[in-house]
């Protein structure tokens, strides 16, 4: 079993910006895509980012694009979030998630999912 525990949400104003961080749990994480999701009030769970299991090949939800990094570290067990330039729409949940697909962007595709950091963007 893969446990996931995520990080580095808060209170931030339009315009700023702040890094999520996602640890995993055993020593097979490299076997593994990641993917951020995020959820907010009376909204589906929307797909965010994900990134292969080696770091070289990553994708991005049109509404992040050029704002938001995703990335990882195998040694550490880690993958994270750079997010930048936000706006109050990116208010939400976001969730880290892990998948044995190959280039996943459904929530079909994971298998293991975190329990959430809330994210908050005031104007």
């Known amino acids: 079993q893969v446990q996931l525990v995520e990080s580095g949400g808060g209170l931030v104003q339009a315009g700023g910006s702040l890094r999520l961080s996602c640890a995993a749990s055993g020593r097979t994480f490299s076997s593994y895509a990641m993917g951020w999701f995020r959820q907010a009030p009376e909204k589906e769970r929307e797909f965010v980012a994900t990134?292969?299991?080696?770091?070289?090949?990553?994708y991005y939800a049109d509404s992040v694009k050029g704002r938001f990094t995703i990335s990882r570290d195998n040694a550490k067990n880690t993958v994270y979030l750079q997010m930048n330039s936000l706006k109050p729409e990116d208010t939400a949940v976001y969730y880290c998630?892990?998948?044995?697909?190959?280039?996943?962007?459904?929530?079909?595709?994971?298998?293991?999912w975190g329990q959430g950091t809330q994210v908050t963007v005031s104007s």
């Open positions: 998630a892990a998948s044995t697909g190959i280039t996943p962007r459904r929530s079909y595709e994971y298998s293991y």
């Open positions: 990134i292969s299991r080696s770091g070289s090949i990553t």
